[in-house]
């Protein structure tokens, strides 16, 4: 890739490099590709427009039946027990697979059985073609009928592509839709669809209940068996280890408790026997009892005695006062109190032999007590270690007995469920038949072919813009050439080609007066040619405004490009706004300017050269613009041209035309084929590159002007020649409407 000459037209701008790759995501330069190639993209859309109305006018119409499901978990609870076969728990995760249930092939078949759709031309492959494929199946020929079990898959496989499931939003609700060629059809197929999806769960539950009942019976039938045999173990265990329970706890307990009671009353009654028995013995000590004792004693005898003893004892003391203590009476009542005193003494002794005998009684019972409670105490030892086993066998026992018990249940309910399973599913909206058809949608159809039109014609624009390896843009130029683009002239038209039947004054050496596409700029000065070739002439004076009289080449890098046409309409306009210039013949090997402009001279170039004739003697001039023009005649081969032409008689001629016009344009011949642009280079002050539009190849250009370092740096800019009027409307879509505004003629 080149790099834009910073003296080119523009110059003091950033260095000028574009990368094809980048130019893909250039919008600006996408856009113009669009715009130049837009017959190409009309004819796209028009082609995939016509198709699209092609596939509505034969494709065979389509109607779409919805029926709306509600999963709902809120179902009515008839039977107000556990569930063996759970509710459904509704999440995201569940409506999802309610939807795949929908969709599979169990629920297919189930419907294609019921409505008998194997036997329905739109499922068993007769019918709903449309109009190519039943053309298109006429014409080729049958293979054998398929068999049951080919229709049968085919039916499915068709049922499927037609029916679409969907969630409603985030809630329960899912969408069940079929499409179908009979809108009848179409509402019959989704309520049936519903319908067997319901029967399908409700099956499938009675199904699961069913197994589950099965599997509960025989385990109830095991569990029952382990149940007897753990208890007959808890039985056969008591009974060996003499554990009887009275229902308010074992019987050793009860016995132990009853001991321990009769401990204590039997201890309480010996304290109680010591305590009389030492009492009484106080009281045998001390002889007569007071009246305190006789009242403890509670004895009838004792206390009878005592009051006999008191009432003695008193008259005693009466008598002995009255009588003295020696008197007869008194000595015979105190014998009687000793003899009381003797009667309540033995009293005494006989109560307390009493007492003696209870408090043995009473330490004899207390012993055997104890004796007793010993034993028991060893019993429940023994009994206690025994209950841990039996607490086991019993804990055992109870957990088969609570395993059948809650078996027993569930098999209960597994029945009651099996007789009457409930679904979560519910129909909201059922199906109805549709009105309007639903494929093909014309509005769909329309808009994805002018899409599809769209798209592929853009992609062929662009395919074809990046393919075409030719020089069409002038942004091209400025890529491939890295000089500036001075313009784009059309290809002009045929009527501006001829030049007319007017001769050339060859005896005064003046050019013919109608010179047609050599002197166009003159003859059309409206005309874009013209404004393109102005627009060169600015450029030449803005790079070489520090001379004051410019030597310009022009070239091309391939012949055949229309430099002479060029190099002849600059020297032309330059000439008719009254600056002094001279046009010379430099392609000494092919003269094509001396053969347009001077066909009938003889001399020229070449003889000037050679010294063999002087300037003015060779001049021709241009009666109209006062153009002069010095050709080139060769009367045969010049074998050493680029010599000839970078001779320092060439820079002296140079010279002196420099002290003689203010521009001196020299038609060069092309870059790639001679070296002699090479050879001249040194003497040109700027160089104008000729760019044929849509034939010189990139690459030429890119490797032309890139070898010729002196060319690169010294050009002026390029113009793109011969473009397309048509076109170059397109192209040049962002000067083209002020062109076709401003001036009067596209040429």
């Known amino acids: 890739m080149l790099t834009r000459n910073p003296d080119a037209y523009g110059k003091g701008d950033a260095e000028f490099r574009v990368d094809p790759i980048l130019a893909l995501f250039d919008i600006g330069a996408v856009i113009g590709t669009l715009r130049r190639q837009w017959p190409l993209i009309a004819g796209s859309v028009a082609l995939f427009l016509l198709l699209g109305v092609g596939y509505l006018f034969t494709a065979a119409p389509k109607f779409t039946a919805t029926t709306t499901v509600m999963i709902d978990a809120r179902k009515n609870q008839l039977l107000q027990t556990q569930q063996v076969v ?18 599979s092939e169990s629920v297919a078949l189930s419907v294609i059985k019921d409505l008998k759709l194997t036997s329905d031309p739109e499922f ?47 809630s329960y609700a899912i969408d069940i839709s079929y499409t179908s060629l009979n809108p009848a059809r179409a509402a019959e197929i989704a309520n049936a669809i519903a319908d067997a999806y319901m029967v399908g769960e409700l099956d499938a539950k009675y199904q699961a209940t069913k197994r589950a009942s099965r599997w509960l019976q025989d385990r109830m039938t095991e569990l029952r ?6 208890d007959s173990a808890v039985q056969a265990f008591k009974a060996e280890n003499n554990i009887v329970d009275t229902g308010r706890g074992l019987m050793s307990d009860q016995q132990l408790t009853d001991v321990n009671t009769q ?21 045998a000590a001390s002889g007569v009892p007071d009246a305190t004792v006789a009242d403890a004693l509670k004895n009838d005898v004792i206390t009878r005695l005592r009051a006999q003893f008191l009432d003695l004892s008193a008259r005693e003391a009466d008598w002995s006062a009255r009588y003295g203590s020696a008197h007869t009476a008194t000595v015979n009542l105190r014998n009687q109190m000793r003899e009381i005193q003797r009667s309540i003494a033995d009293e005494v002794r006989r109560i307390a032999q009493t007492y ?75 199906a109805t038949e549709p009105l309007s058809k639903s494929a093909p949608k014309s509005a769909l159809v329309l808009g994805g072919s002018l899409v599809l039109g769209l798209l592929m014609g853009c992609g062929a624009a662009i395919a074809r813009e990046r393919l075409d390896n030719v020089i069409r ?48 700029v003159v003859d059309a000065p409206f005309a874009r040619f013209t404004e393109t070739l102005r627009s060169a002439k600015v450029a030449v004076d803005i790079k070489l405004f520090e001379r004051p009289s410019r030597i310009v080449g022009v070239t091309s890098a391939v012949p055949n490009e229309g430099k002479t046409t060029i190099s002849s309409n600059i020297a032309q306009l330059i000439a008719h706004t009254g600056q002094r210039a001279i046009i010379l013949d430099g392609d000494l090997r092919n003269p094509s300017l001396t053969r347009a402009l001077t066909p009938d001279a003889t001399e020229g170039l070449i003889e000037v050269l050679t010294g063999k004739r002087k300037l003015e003697e060779v001049l021709w001039t241009d009666p109209v613009t006062g153009l002069h023009v010095l050709p080139v005649v060769a009367k045969g081969r010049i074998s050493h041209t680029a010599e000839l032409i970078s001779s320092q008689a060439m820079a002296d001629l140079l010279a002196r035309l420099r002290t003689q016009y203010a521009y001196v344009i020299v038609d060069l011949p092309p870059v790639a084929p001679v070296v002699d642009v090479k050879a001249v280079s040194h003497l040109i002050d700027g160089f104008v590159l000729v760019i044929e539009w849509g034939r010189t190849r990139k690459e030429m250009i890119e490797e032309v002007v890139g070898s010729h370092e002196a060319l690169h740096s010294r050009a002026v800019g390029a113009i793109l020649n011969k473009a397309n009027a048509t076109m170059l409307r397109r192209i040049e879509n962002y000067k083209g409407r002020y062109y076709r505004n401003y001036y009067h003629e596209d040429a």
């Open 86 to 103: 759970g509710d459904l728990q509704i999440d995201a995760s569940a409506i999802e697979s309610q939807t795949e249930i929908l969709k």
């Open 263 to 283: 401990i204590v009353a039997s201890r309480a009654a010996t304290a109680e026997a010591k305590a009389r028995l030492d009492r009484i013995d106080q009281i």
């Open 473 to 520: 843009t002038s942004a091209q130029v400025q890529q491939y050439a890295g000089v500036e683009c001075l313009g784009v002239t059309p290809d002009l038209p045929k009527t501006a080609v001829s030049a007319g039947e007017a001769k050339a004054d060859t005896a005064n050496r003046r050019l013919a007066p109608s010179l047609g596409l050599l002197r166009y």
């Open 225 to 230: 068996t382990q149940a007897s045999q753990a």
């Open 356 to 430: 003696r005998s209870d408090y043995e009684i009473a330490r004899a019972r207390e012993a055997s007590l104890d004796k007793s409670l010993a034993s028991l105490v060893g019993q429940a030892t023994l009994t206690g270690q025994a209950q841990i086993k039996l607490r086991d066998l019993e804990s055992t026992s109870q957990s088969y007995r609570n395993l059948y018990d809650n078996f027993l249940q569930r098999f209960m309910e597994a029945t009651q469920q099996q007789t009457f399973p409930i679904s979560e599913a519910r129909v909201i909206t059922a």
């Open 124 to 170: 068993n492959g007769q019918g709903g073609k449309g109009l190519v494929r039943t053309v298109l199946g006429a014409l080729l020929p049958s293979g054998p009928p398929p068999s049951d079990y080919q229709v049968e898959r085919q039916a499915i496989g068709y049922f499927l592509r037609n029916l679409t499931i969907k969630r409603v939003g985030t």
